[in-house]
């Protein structure tokens, strides 16, 4: 079948309900809370509609969501559950459950800023401080990226035995239309046939158990395993960017997206909505004469420490804009490509400018703003400082 | 690029009249953009919703700062909210008003290269018989600016309001386009 996309005009938590419908995804179990509230109601509503025979949870509780997720995947069935912010705090512990069991869930996490102060928009902080439960984290610039994430990490996770956290921004993509291409149901099945579980609860022949006791003389082997898993995914996240990009035209068989690595001095690395401004603003500073470039990092679990080397072997710079930040330390992004980038040898000048923490709107101007700084840094050969809280009201 | 700016209060449907926006010029093949001030909308508070319309894939995820266009659905909002910031040389302002072309330009800020005025509370309490005026200003969006023609304007508002509601709806765009007075200033 010759591939025709669908083109809709969809806010990214549509796009989101979509591609979980179009994955034929069987069970959700979710919890409502702003601005993640109407992925699931927009899967409800397809329920409602006969459109799809989700089998839908509702529960009282993020924590209860994720575990009732879990229950859901170790059955076997392709499950899916969103939440953002402090219901993602409250499903921490569940998380690290998903994932020691290697049951292949698939979330969308809407990145909304820790409270308090009370804040409903965008911000890092919440799916970043889930580094460390053992789930993959993929970040969308734009709806369509939602779309396209949710059904590759359903093949991803089902192949690795690893969880996947879709990760878009509160209301600049949760509740903002744009065009979204669709994939006709036909094609989505041949690329994401049924998930086949090698284990179930509910193969009674071949009786398991989840979330066993493991005494010191196992424990640390399920965690290499869990770690050799993360980088196994490296090439199963490429392979399967690589065949998405084949059937429907996007291609996602690099982690880093980058533009004009190779003819630039710097580039801004950062992650999720606010480098479809730093790609807009990128070609206007082009056309300025300013050598700079992008490197967008699609995927921070695994992270993609190969192709930051490459990276940092071709420019002088990197300016990284993290929108979260560490307490005590730096932007979280930043901390992780220095880290990276330690024992290679490569070292190019790397500045941290923390931007648009709690929604504050990350504009042209400011890219531009930041672009003169980096330059600046280059022709000096020296950081001005390493971390700069760039918006901070003076 | 074409950037337009809603100017509405909470209720009016301002998000909607830039989601039926977007949703027209995409039928007519552009690409589009359209999303919410994200503040915290109540109830009869000033709203501000955003639509962007283009040939190109939308890329920049911002508010728009200087529009091409200012949309203002509810009148009273010309005493308080400074409509034309950042409003571009060449810009247009579209109102909800009953008042006359100068009682208007006396309370904006800046002078619009275009000013065109209905007043679409009339026609939407005649039309549904509630003061919502995000599809009766959207005949007035049409008509001024000539970005998206009305039928597609019509099409996208009965996709978003089911059967009768939503010919109700398109005839006050309809009446709204006619009755729209449009200045060159």
């Given at each position: 079948m010759e591939y025709k996309p669908i083109r809709k005009v969809v806010s990214g938590n549509y796009a989101a309900a979509y591609a979980v419908k179009h994955a034929r995804v069987q069970v959700v179990a979710a919890y409502p809370i702003t601005p993640q509230t109407s992925i699931i109601e927009k899967i409800a509503e397809f329920i409602a509609n006969g459109e799809t025979d989700i089998q839908y949870v509702p529960v009282e509780s993020e924590h209860s969501a994720m575990a009732a997720t879990i229950g859901a995947s170790a059955t076997g069935a392709r499950a899916f559950t969103a939440t953002a912010a402090q219901g993602l705090a409250l499903m921490h512990e569940m998380l690290h459950w998903a994932s020691g069991a290697r049951l292949p869930i698939v979330m969308v996490d809407v990145n909304r800023a820790m409270a308090p102060p009370w804040s409903v928009w965008d911000d890092q902080t919440d799916s970043l401080?889930?580094?460390?439960?053992?789930w993959m984290q993929f970040y969308a610039e734009n709806n369509q990226e939602v779309y396209d994430g949710v059904l590759m990490s359903y093949k991803i996770a089902e192949t690795v035995n690893v969880p996947v956290m879709v990760v878009e921004s509160a209301?600049?993509?949760?509740h903002t239309y744009d065009v979204v291409e669709m994939i006709p149901q036909e094609l989505v099945d041949e690329f994401l046939p049924p998930r086949k579980p090698l284990y179930t609860l509910t193969d009674f022949d071949n009786p398991v158990s989840v979330g066993a006791l493991a005494t010191p003389n196992d424990y640390y082997e399920f965690r290499y395993k869990l770690a050799k898993a993360h980088e196994d995914a490296k090439k199963v996240i490429k392979d399967v960017g690589k065949e998405f990009g084949e059937r429907f035209g996007r291609d996602y068989s690099s982690m880093i997206e980058t533009g004009y690595i190779d003819d630039a001095d710097f580039v801004f690395m950062g992650m999720g909505s606010l480098m479809g401004t730093v790609k807009q603003a990128v070609d206007l500073l082009r056309d300025e004469g300013y050598r700079v470039g992008y490197a967008k990092v699609r995927w921070f679990r695994p992270f993609p420490k190969e192709e930051l080397e490459a990276i940092a072997e071709s420019v002088k710079g990197i300016a990284v804009l993290d929108r979260n930040f560490s307490f005590g330390q730096e932007g979280i992004l930043f901390n992780e490509a220095k880290g990276a980038l330690y024992n290679t040898g490569e070292r190019p000048l790397m500045k941290d400018y923390i931007v648009g923490?709690?929604?504050r709107d990350f504009t042209v101007p400011d890219v531009k703003a930041i672009a003169e700084n980096m330059k600046a840094i280059i022709e000096k050969g020296e950081l001005d400082r390493e971390v700069e809280w760039y918006h901070l009201k003076r | 690029m074409i950037e337009i700016r809603f100017h509405g209060r909470g209720g009016q449907g301002a998000v909607t009249a830039a989601n039926i926006l977007a949703s027209a010029a995409f039928k007519e093949g552009k690409y589009v953009q359209a999303f919410p001030f994200f503040g915290v909308e109540r109830r009869g508070a000033p709203v501000t919703a955003f639509t962007r319309i283009d040939d190109r894939p939308i890329r920049i995820k911002t508010q728009i700062y200087e529009p091409d266009i200012v949309v203002v659905?509810?009148?009273?909002l010309l005493d308080t909210v400074d409509v034309t910031a950042g409003l571009k040389d060449n810009g247009i302002v579209i109102v909800n008003t009953e008042k006359s072309k100068e009682e208007v330009l006396e309370k904006l800020k800046k002078k619009p290269a275009k000013l065109a005025l209905v007043d679409a509370t009339t026609i939407a309490l005649e039309i549904?018989?509630?003061?919502?005026t995000n599809t009766a200003i959207l005949g007035a969006v049409a008509k001024a600016t000539r970005i998206v023609d009305l039928p597609y304007i019509q099409e996208a508002i009965k996709e978003t309001f089911s059967g009768s509601l939503g010919e109700k709806n398109a005839k006050a765009a309809e009446e709204s386009f006619n009755k729209t007075v449009i200045y060159e200033l």
């Open positions: 401080a889930q580094r460390d439960t053992g209301f600049i993509l949760s923490l709690g929604g | 659905l509810d009148p009273s549904l018989g509630l003061p919502i």
